[in-house]
């Protein structure tokens, strides 16, 4: 009696287990639902969680651990920084097209203002720049401006 409930419970634990571990590998594949990581894109309500990062082969967008969302360049360092330094939990790369650094409750610490664009992607490129276009347009873009169909993020921006 007493062997069969310890092999009952050890049965529950170790279908228990299996589950947590099901779950954590589909969760960490859903993760990455709007990621292309051919052309280095997001979108969608993709995040950047403290240590995330979207990288070309020279430029990396990064949200770092200290809450500031950063692009790194190759050979030079830290080229653009959100200044979300303390505040910053997360980037989301939203549905309407607005990059926004959220801290710990949710709440906006930072945003490009390019909402009103559905879909937009954001996208890291080789030439060493960090991108969010929408209907189609690559060219640059006025950040909160009406005009053009992107906005690169670049060191003039601090």
Request: include cysteine; aromatic fraction near 8%.
């Given at each position: ?9 050890m ?129 640059p ?18």
């Amino acid at each position: 009696m007493k062997a069969a409930k310890v092999l009952r419970h050890m049965g529950i634990a170790v279908a228990t287990g299996a589950l947590a571990l099901a779950g954590t590998l589909a969760g960490a594949g859903s993760a990455q639902a709007a990621y292309d990581p051919v052309d280095h894109s997001i979108w969608d309500d993709e995040p950047l969680y403290k240590g995330w990062h979207v990288d070309s082969w020279t430029t990396q967008l990064v949200m770092q651990t200290d809450g500031n969302l950063v692009i790194n360049q190759n050979g030079k360092g830290t080229v653009w920084a959100s200044g979300t330094y303390g505040c910053g939990y997360k980037a989301v790369m939203q549905s309407d097209g607005n990059l926004v650094v959220y801290d710990v409750n949710n709440h906006p610490c930072w945003s490009t203002g390019t909402f009103g664009h559905p879909h937009a992607r954001l996208t890291v490129t080789d030439a060493g720049a960090v991108v969010i276009h929408w209907d189609g347009s690559t060219g640059p873009r006025i950040p909160h401006s009406n005009t053009g169909g992107s906005v690169i993020l670049s060191s003039d921006l601090y």
